[in-house]
């Protein structure tokens, strides 16, 4: 568990209860770049299939 800790600024408060684990999960640059070529794949694909028609 974490402790607490003095949070800086004029108000010298304290976070009694910090979060053990980010409250963000980390970013993942394999998970974005297939999502953007996935994207990207079915948007010229729909882009061509209405062109032939």
Do not use: F
Request: proline share 9%; glycine share 2%; no cysteine.
């Amino acid at each position: 568990m974490t402790s607490p800790y003095n949070i800086p600024g004029t108000a010298s408060s304290v976070d009694s209860y910090p979060l053990n684990d980010p409250a963000v999960p980390e970013y993942n640059l394999a998970l974005t770049l297939s999502l953007a070529i996935a994207l990207s794949l079915l948007l010229v694909v729909t882009v061509s299939i209405r062109r032939k028609k």
